[in-house]
């Protein structure tokens, strides 16, 4: 790993000096109550980059009051003008593309060229929102007996909590930020304490765009549990829209319950990549590793198992190795490189037992297959073969750069093996068949897939899960919907 450029290291310091470090709330920048502060850290050094308020639960209830005192004007504002302002964001995350992207890779660890991408598909959402904002339409017509007439409407649902993850920092907030705007609604964002910097610069383009005081409020809090629970259980709060790991999501889920809230809940992922003998290898390759190694292994689409015809196991795992071989492991600023840090120390420790596991159930290692020496959170780019039934990294999400390999004889044990976990967010499939990859469209449980394609992330579509991968859609025509209502009434038949 080579060593930065003082040029560089200028450079992000002045980046990071400029992004706010306090909570956002009612359109104001403030300390946390108590004046705690936590230390963000860049995984690839280890070292702490910039110190940010540690809401407390009263901070998290004024930034409750604040969406709320701000929703009754904003829910009656003209659909065009909240298009409008969502637009300008779009536009100003272009002007900033750079700074965003390089602030996410100091933050997170994703390669900068990856960052540069998370910022098109993040801004997407703006520009997506504040299309489908001046499109909310209703129904009116003739009940069947023919007695009345039938109308429904579709209104804000009121204050929102959106809660993201640390592994698209820029995407998931923009994911949630722009449907619930557009469609009427006010929030509270509460960032993954390790990655609140982008949310923060985020957070300032909004209130440049124009986004009035107390419709976007953010709390940075490392006390996660205490504040999320008092906001999502306050009875003001209507819709809870959460996207991070299934057990967490669980038990919020239970806690809004209280409420009866709306949820949008985007969990964990176990994706199938499933290569029949009848791919084009090539694009099988391509595909496995841009579904594997991107954000290095830590994306809720990743494929984790990849399930591969027998009669080709050997030639595709020969073709994933030498690609692997070939990657550049390093800081995420640094040029060339294809593999950042995992997110802590934590999730080496954590892939590293996953591969143990497998490769102690008889699995073999052709590339990587542990930790690389720091400093900061790296793991080396791994291919394992002949990962057995029974290892656990089948069942868990591995959130880290391993590509399992899993032998399979043919279309119904591909389907069976395919479908076998309790989450269904995305299948991929590889197949020159027309008719067999029909049939797999209709044979995976997953809300998603990819039919000889790598990558389905789209801002113009529905992203979402089956089973416990989740509840709601981001994204496409039905984004706007998590954020609103319906009402239906009836009036007499005007005619009588
Ligand atoms: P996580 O569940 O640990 O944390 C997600 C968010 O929840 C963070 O903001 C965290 O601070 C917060 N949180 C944690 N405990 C909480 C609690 N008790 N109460 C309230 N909030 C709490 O997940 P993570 O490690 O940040 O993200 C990785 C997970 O997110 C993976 O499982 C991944 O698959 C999932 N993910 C899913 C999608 C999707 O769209 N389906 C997208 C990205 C990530």
């Given at each position: 790993?080579?060593k930065?450029?003082?040029m ?11 992004v ?8 104001r ?22 110190e ?96 009345g ?87 003001r ?18 806690q ?9 809940m ?9 290569v ?31 399930i ?8 595709f ?26 997110i ?14 497998a ?34 990294i ?26 076998d ?25 997953t ?25 709601g859609?981001?994204?496409?025509t ?16 005007p005619?009588?």
């Amino acid at each position: 790993m080579t060593k930065e450029s003082p040029m560089n290291v200028d450079h992000e310091a002045r980046l990071l000096a400029k992004v706010p470090d306090g909570l956002f709330i009612g359109g104001r920048w403030r300390p946390a109550t108590d004046g705690t502060r936590f230390d963000v850290h860049d995984p690839a050094t280890g070292k702490g980059v910039k110190e940010v308020a540690d809401a407390t639960v009263a901070d998290g209830t004024a930034a409750l009051d604040a969406a709320c005192d701000a929703f009754p004007v904003w829910a009656a504002a003209p659909a065009r003008v909240r298009a409008e302002i969502l637009r300008r964001a779009f536009d100003l995350v272009q002007e900033r593309a750079e700074e965003l992207a390089l602030l996410m890779t100091i933050e997170m660890g994703k390669p900068l060229a990856e960052a540069r991408g998370e910022v098109a598909y993040g801004g997407e959402f703006l520009r997506w929102f504040s299309e489908e904002a001046v499109r909310v339409q209703g129904r009116y017509g003739p009940n069947p007996a023919g007695t009345g007439r039938m109308v429904v409407t579709h209104h804000p649902v009121g204050p929102c909590f959106l809660i993201t993850p640390w592994n698209f920092p820029l995407a998931m907030v923009t994911r949630k930020v722009a449907p619930a705007l557009a469609a009427g609604c006010t929030v509270v964002i509460k960032p993954a304490a390790l990655t609140p910097l982008t949310t923060l610069a985020m957070v300032q383009i909004l209130h440049e765009a124009g986004v009035p005081d107390g419709v976007v409020n953010v709390v940075t809090t490392t006390r996660t549990g205490v504040v999320s629970e008092a906001i999502i259980r306050d009875p003001r709060l209507r819709k809870l829209s959460f996207t991070g790991s299934t057990p967490v999501g669980q038990k919020l889920l239970a806690q809004a319950a209280t409420g009866v809230l709306r949820t949008s809940m985007e969990l964990g992922g176990n994706a199938p990549f499933v290569v029949f003998d009848d791919a084009d290898l090539d694009r099988a390759v391509d595909g496995a590793i841009a579904a594997k190694f991107r954000n290095i292994g830590q994306a809720c689409t990743a494929a984790n198992r990849i399930i591969v015809h027998r009669s080709i196991v050997d030639e595709f795992t020969h073709r994933v190795t030498e690609r692997v071989g070939a990657f550049r492991t390093g800081r995420g600023t640094e040029h060339g490189v294809t593999i950042g840090p995992l997110i802590d120390e934590r999730a080496v420790v954590r892939t590293g037992e996953l591969v143990d596991d497998a490769v102690g159930r008889g699995a073999t290692v052709r590339a990587g297959g542990g930790a690389v020496d720091g400093p900061g959170a790296f793991f080396a780019a791994t291919v394992l073969s002949d990962v057995q039934p029974g290892s656990a990294i089948l069942r868990e999400e591995i959130f880290g750069p391993v590509l399992a390999i899993v032998p399979f004889d043919d279309e119904d044990e591909a389907v069976r093996i395919a479908n076998d976990t309790e989450y269904g967010l995305v299948s991929y499939v590889y197949t020159e068949n027309l008719a067999r990859g029909q049939r797999m469209v209709e044979r995976l449980e997953t809300g998603m897939m990819g039919l000889n394609v790598g990558v389905v992330s789209d801002a113009s579509a529905p992203f979402g899960g089956w089973k416990l991968s989740g509840l709601g859609r981001e994204g496409g025509t039905e984004g706007i919907h998590e954020y609103l209502q319906t009402k239906y009434t009836l009036t007499p038949d005007p005619f009588v």
